[in-house]
């Protein structure tokens, strides 16, 4: 039996088909079975944004089988970690949950030389996170 996470993050944007799939990508690549890892949006795409995938392909972290989901109460309430990359109030509020809201641009549109330095912004965040969540564990 393998050990429980040492907590679980939700990653939310509006589309869930770039940023939070970047972050989510970058999170189980960076912190394995560790940490639980979800990503959902509020108006969720039809699929994730190519250049996210391609742009993800080239630090060596595949994300194309990721598909984007409804952001859900039952998600936010699961979550001790709900990090929102842009998605304004859409994400519902619950007390003992640590909330952070990531400035990041959105890469919709864009080509994959625009979301290069979006992705290595997002790794900078999430490497960033882990670090607080094992300081956390160590306290």
């Known amino acids: 039996m393998s050990p429980s996470p040492l907590a679980s993050v939700l990653f939310v944007c509006v589309h869930n088909a770039g ?3 970047m972050a989510a990508g970058f999170l189980n690549d960076l912190a394995g079975d560790r940490i639980e890892v979800r990503s959902a949006g509020s ?3 039809d699929q994730v944004n190519p ?3 391609e742009a993800m ?3 060596g972290v595949d994300i194309s089988a990721a598909k984007p989901k409804v952001l859900t109460t039952e998600a936010v309430q699961a979550s001790d970690y709900v990090i929102t990359m842009g998605c304004g109030d859409a994400c519902p509020i619950f007390p003992g949950k640590k909330y952070l809201d990531w400035a990041l641009e959105d890469p919709a549109g864009k080509g994959v030389e625009a979301v290069r330095p979006i992705r290595d912004e997002i790794k900078t965040h999430i490497e960033a996170l882990i670090a607080e969540i094992d300081a956390q564990q160590e306290a």
């Open 19 to 21: 940023r939070s799939q």
């Open 43 to 45: 108006v969720p795409g």
């Open 51 to 53: 250049a996210a995938v």
């Open 57 to 59: 392909k080239e630090v």
